[in-house]
């Protein structure tokens, strides 16, 4: 802490800069240079570093040559261990900007980077900006033993402007004083290599070589496919606006002639932008899918018809320009190459997603990427191009194979999956780690726990007790694995487990977030064995109110893993199913002495009766329950193809046990809150905006139903007076356009909102309420564990929490940017093994309409829980005729057919004319509908859906092959286990 | 529309200084022959003039203190000393409250009870603010007063820290200051260990206060460090020009 004022030589930065409001200031900073900025290199012993990063020679061999030979005789398979001597890389300024990509490739260590060029990457141009990221990320990975060396404040390096040159000049000169103070300070002993395209002096004493970017990528194909690909393009063809500047664009936003804003692209339907909560469409002019662009809205006049529409409505609608790119938000994507014959060495790729246009690659090896997911990076989209240009960065595999496409989709939503890394898997205990009862209640033999869970179930989290007490009082206690035990805060295995963040469930897989022997096995609440615990317990009066309640680690023994179906033939006093063992995973039913029957039967009963006296609470409180329609489970064979969907039948059970769960959620809640309220992690469901209910009570008004959504309570309420009793499918399908109109569930901190209502969740009715009961697949219920040891070991005073808020609330963002990426992966995977079994099975299944548009309708598929759109017209506006019509009018397939759609938005009903008959599709009308798979090689399979007839019927057909057997209402949560619960209402032959 | 690195995954902040390092401080005294007792300060790039006038008559019958001295102080900015040119409200919100301040301040440390029914006028003017004004006028004021030969309790020394990003930082220059973070002016007696101004804008948790507070008090520690190195030199230089006087 001294104040070297003697060493210390204070520097004034003078320079002009423009200023938020666009006027040109003049700015003076003062600029210290000290003498302690360290060149954190392992071989240097003469700097007072602590943390040094650049690797120092390992002389390996110390001993003679005779001594050599004589082990190489005794252990001739030894390979030849030799001197390693690292190479310090420093690139220069240009090289830094323009050959990042190549930089972070490369995977060489020992990267120098001078303060004078992280200072140009921080300038505000719109793609720098990105950069300056992407070096301080290089730099934070550890395997690459990179440092950013501060040389604008080092005394030893810094050097003044000098007359007869420019900035641009002198900070060239900057980074070659840079690597000779290295070279000097090191003895000359390690080699330094200067990156550096433009032509550069060094003095020859010093152990500095000067390589052009052509010369250090020699030897590697692939970074020098990426060398060729930077070069500048130029056209003579302008095919698109130029981009304004950056400064420009902020000027413009500030007056308010521009806005910014996140740009749409969808498949069939034009590019939109939101500014003010108006959309607008726009010509993307060379911005990509969810770029934020600046855009300039045009006057009335000049709005024009979206291309989609052009056949059925032709008005016009707010159009805006897009005039510049502010950031580019290019990620890597997934792509194949379309076959071409020419043998160019430039090849355009195909991107899975719809969204992203085709890019343009230059590779020498077509051949081998053929037919083979690849990953492709944009580099930039010029004015003359009508695709953008980028590069190959790695091969998947052959296009078809589930692995390849499952991986595909992971990375296409930006879920990497690494395996565990050494030092995790270093912090696991042994396999035969024995529980210490010590500092924990143990609970062992004083209650009976058992735990319910499906079928097959490995990873068991949760578990609950029942001790009657006299007086008829009741104790509850809900026990979940203790995941904070094994695995301590901020530790490597800690930090990649919230780097992942949750575990995701694919159709066939299961990508865990902690290695397998904790979630499989030790955390895992296995029968019969003794786990750690954290407990909350409940004491209930005989009139059903809590007295207290108790929280806190224990040691618990799971008496009886059940699952579901067992646990509800227990309570039915039933005799117990049998259940088909599944083979592979050696699963069996647990058997139940014949003593503990009665004692097992009295506390399942006890829980089901107190846990519908709880959820009845909340319906009174306003709780909504939901429906999603759309969770299936998927029999697959040998070879991982699906032979089977099933919907899948719910019972009372998994109600009850929800409930508990979400009581022990809003218990923990409750606690952490009240201890601290500027950091605890909670979750909550904000209310939805009204303009999100408008299809709801569109569709809802066609049969007159009132629906009231002005808040939780009164949905629930007309929620549930909707019901047609001819029909139980409309109630259902209103309940899942109602879960449409939810907002999102997300993590938060409750620092960052202010308000009471702000934390409150809308579907559960409840004033706070978080995630607890599930530490083994997430992230933040491990952070809400710990929370909760903080506030018992603190109860009196409050104490230094893990995180601040502000923390707190980045990761809670990146928690809930996870869940969404898993969200999607578990879609995607269920829609391509859904498509998969569509393959060799096409067939008609009975439909239900809840949606009309102008030009196609919304279906629902109970057989198979599928919702999909169908057109009714192609996107020319020409009328699709399904096959029954044809035939009857006798049309011949491809010449273009007569025919008149009748649009009637409030009545939510399509009429079409065909050769004088007339035909009606209304919402909740009954159809037939083919489904069958549409195969493409570039974009993964989807279930595609045509009508085999426009007639309609208002009952469901009772002798085609849609026929369901049980409806069944589902309850939108999506937190207990990934699965959304059911149970059984009505059953329908 | 850059987000400013305050201070780097290296330590560094803005201008290169480590978070608990104070800026390069200068000072001359004795620039004025009309006054009784002047500084010129500099602590980085704001630059502060302070000037004494005193123990002298009262100019408002009135206010004269039959049994000590009544001190007025007077903080103003020069229209030149931001970067845009500021009409010079010498009497506007800010400069107000800061004079009124920094009164009281001094009332508590000078001996007043020495000078019955006088008047010691305190002035100060900051000539180039860059962050900081109100501590370096303290400072300079201090100094101003050393010269006059007016007798203090001890001397008063003036920092200001704050925290940005999480990180506690001593002597805030203008962009720190402007990041919005909690800015805490403090001064104390050295010697003694005692405050005698400290204000706070913002908020801060208690845990967070603590640290600030101690890194204020750090500052102060230095700032006295330095003061008082040059002083002395000050001192000697006076007390043999007198010896060759003589």
């Not at chain 1, 003062?30 to 700097?47: F, G, M, Q, T, V």
């Not at chain 1, 900007?97 to 490369?106: A, G, P, R, V």
């Not at chain 1, 016009?316 to 071409?340: F, H, K, M």
Request: charged letters at 25%.
């Amino acid at each position: 802490m001294n104040n070297k004022k003697e060493d210390q030589v204070k520097k004034v930065k003078a320079f002009s800069k423009l200023n938020k409001k666009g006027n040109v200031v003049r700015v003076i900073r003062e600029h210290y240079l000290r003498d302690d900025i360290w060149c954190k290199s392992l071989a240097c012993n003469i700097c007072r570093h602590e943390d040094a990063v650049l690797e120092a020679p390992e002389i390996v061999t110390k001993m003679s040559k005779t001594a050599l030979k004589k082990q190489k005789k005794k252990a001739p398979e030894m390979p030849e261990v030799s001197d390693y001597i690292p190479q310090y890389i420093i690139p220069s300024v240009d090289v830094s900007m323009k050959y990042l990509d190549i930089l972070e490739e490369c995977q060489k260590k020992n990267i120098i980077f001078c303060e004078t060029v992280s200072e140009e990457a921080n300038q505000t141009q719109h793609s720098q900006k990105r950069k300056y990221q992407r070096i301080r990320n290089l730099i934070n990975n550890q395997e690459r033993c990179s440092i950013l060396f501060a040389n604008e404040h080092s005394v030893e390096t810094y050097t003044d402007r000098l007359e007869s040159e420019s900035q641009k000049q002198r900070n060239d000169r900057a980074v070659v004083i840079v690597s000779e103070w290295y070279s000097k300070h090191l003895n000359n002993s390690i080699p330094i290599i200067l990156l550096s395209d433009t032509p550069v002096t060094v003095d020859p004493n010093n152990n500095i070589t000067v390589m052009s970017m052509v010369e250090f990528v020699q030897g590697n194909t692939k970074l020098m496919d990426m060398l060729a690909n930077v070069v500048d393009s130029t056209s003579e063809v302008n095919l698109f606006e130029e981009h304004l500047p950056l400064d420009v664009m902020e000027s413009g936003i500030s007056k308010g002639t521009l806005h910014r804003a996140k740009i749409k692209m969808s498949r069939k339907e034009d590019a939109t932008v939101r500014v003010d909560g108006e959309e607008y469409i726009v010509e993307p002019n060379r911005a990509v899918h969810d770029d934020v662009v600046c855009v300039q809205i045009l006057p009335k006049e000049q709005w024009r018809v979206p291309n989609s529409k052009r056949v059925s409505t032709g008005f016009v609608v707010p159009t805006a320009v897009v005039v510049g790119v502010i950031q580019r938000n290019w990620r890597d994507y997934v792509c194949s190459i379309l076959e071409s014959n020419d043998s160019s060495s430039n090849v355009m790729c195909v991107p899975l997603d719809y969204r992203i246009p085709k890019i343009r690659i230059r590779t020498n090896n077509k051949q081998a990427l053929e037919n083979m997911r690849i990953v492709v990076r944009i580099s930039s989209w010029e004015r003359g191009s009508n695709y953008p240009t980028g590069f190959y960065v790695k091969t998947i595999g052959p296009i078809g194979d589930l692995n390849v496409e499952t991986q595909s989709l992971l990375l296409e939503n930006q879920i990497h999956i690494t395996p565990f890394s050494k030092a995790a898997l270093d912090q696991l205990p042994s396999k035969d780690w024995k529980p210490d009862p010590r500092y924990r209640k143990d609970l062992r033999t004083s209650h009976m726990v058992s735990s319910i869970d499906p079928i097959g179930c490995e990873d068991i989290d949760d578990a609950l007790s029942v001790r009657h007490l006299p007086n008829d009082c009741v104790e509850i206690g809900v026990h979940i694995a203790d995941v904070t035990a094994f695995v301590p805060h901020d530790s490597p295995l800690d930090i990649e487990a919230r780097n992942k963040s949750t575990t995701i469930y694919l159709i066939d897989r299961r990508i865990d977030m902690l290695p397998s022997l904790l979630s499989a096995n030790l955390c895992s609440l296995h029968q019969n064995r003794d786990r750690y615990a954290m407990s909350v317990i409940w004491k209930f009066n005989n009139k059903h109110q809590v007295i207290d309640t108790w929280f806190g680690r224990t040691v618990i023994r799971n008496r009886y893993a059940l699952h579901y179906d067992q646990a509800q033939s227990i309570i039915d006093g039933i005799s117990i199913p049998k259940v088909d063992p599944i083979p592979e995973r050696n699963w069996s039913e647990a058997q139940i002495a014949p003593d503990d029957f009665s004692q097992l039967k009295k506390n399942l009963t006890t829980l089901q009766k107190l846990g519908q006296l709880l959820h009845r609470a909340r319906q009174d409180n306003g709780a909504v329950d939901l429906e999603s329609l759309d969770q299936v489970t998927f029999s697959l064979d040998d070879k991982k193809e699906p032979t089977k969907i099933s919907t899948k039948v719910d019972g009372l059970i998994h109600h009850t046990v929800a409930e508990w769960m979400i009581y022990a959620n809003a218990a923990v809640a409750k606690k952490i809150h009240d201890h601290n309220q500027s950091s605890a992690l909670l979750r909550i469901h904000p209310q939805p905006k009204s303009e999100n209910f408008s299809s709801l009570l569109k569709v809802a008004s066609v049969r007159d139903y009132a629906i009231n959504v002005r808040d939780n309570n009164t949905l629930a309420k007309s929620l549930d007076g909707a019901v047609d009793r001819s029909d139980p499918y409309v109630n259902m399908l209103l309940r899942s356009l109602a879960t449409r109109a939810m907002e999102e569930a997300q993590y938060v901190s409750s620092g960052s909102l202010t308000g009471s209502e702000a934390l409150r969740h809308y579907g559960l009715a409840l004033q706070h309420y978080t995630h607890f009961t599930s530490p083994i697949r997430r992230y933040a219920d491990i952070i809400v564990h710990r929370q909760l040891l903080n506030c018992l070991q603190n109860e009196n005073h409050a104490s230094r929490e893990l995180f601040n808020n502000q923390q707190l609330q980045k990761i809670a963002s990146a928690i809930n940017d996870r869940k969404r990426a898993a969200d999607r992966a578990q879609q995607e995977s269920t829609e391509w093994f859904r498509a998969i079994y569509f393959r060799n099975k096409s067939q008609v299944v009975d439909g239900i309409v809840f949606g009309v548009k102008s030009t196609s309708i919304s279906v629902f598929l109970p057989q198979y829980y599928i919702k999909g759109q169908i057109y009714l017209t192609t996107r020319e506006g020409q009328l699709i005729i399904p096959i029954k019509e044809r035939n009857r009018f006798e049309l011949p397939e491809n010449i273009p057919s007569a025919g008149v759609i009748d649009y009637h938005e409030e009545k939510q009903r399509v009429g079409i004319s065909i050769k004088g008959s007339l035909f009606k599709i209304t919402v909740f009308d009954h159809v037939q509908v083919q489904v069958k798979i549409s195969e493409s090689k570039a974009h993964l399979p989807q279930v595609s859906l045509e009508l085999t007839t426009f007639k309609t019927s208002t009952k469901p057909s009772a002798g085609a092959s849609g026929g369901c057997q049980t409806i069944v209402f589902a309850r939108l949560r999506g937190d207990h286990k990934g699965q959304i619960q059911r149970w059984t209402e009505s059953k329908m032959k | 529309m850059s987000k400013i690195e305050f201070i780097s995954p290296e330590g560094l902040r803005v201008d290169g200084r480590r978070p608990q390092e104070v800026r390069k401080i200068n000072y001359r005294l004795n620039l004025f022959s009309r006054a009784d007792g002047s500084a010129y300060y500099e602590q980085g790039n704001t630059r502060v003039l302070a000037a004494v006038y005193g123990p002298r008559q009262v100019t408002r019958r009135g206010a004269s203190k039959h049994d000590r001295a009544i001190i007025n102080c007077e903080y103003s900015m020069a229209t030149f000393s931001t970067g845009e040119r500021r009409k010079s409200a010498k009497r506007d919100r800010r400069s107000t409250e800061i004079s009124v301040v920094i009164r009281q301040t001094f009332e508590s440390v000078i001996l007043t009870h020495l000078y019955p029914r006088t008047q010691i006028d305190i002035f100060m003017q900051v000539l180039q603010a860059d962050g900081g004004t109100r501590c370096a006028c303290i400072n300079a004021a201090s100094l101003a007063l050393i010269d006059a030969g007016i007798p203090m309790r001890d001397f008063v020394v003036s920092c200001a820290a704050g925290m940005i990003d999480g990180v506690a930082l001593t002597d805030l220059n203008y962009i720190e200051d402007s990041a919005g973070g909690p800015d805490l002016p403090l001064a104390i007696l050295p010697k003694q260990n005692k405050i005698c101004l400290l204000q706070m804008d913002s908020k801060l948790t208690i845990e967070q206060y603590e640290e600030v507070m101690q890194m204020a008090v750090e500052g102060c520690k230095q700032i006295h460090a330095v003061l008082d190195a040059k002083l002395k030199d000050v001192t000697d230089q006076l007390v043999n020009k007198r010896k060759t006087l003589l």
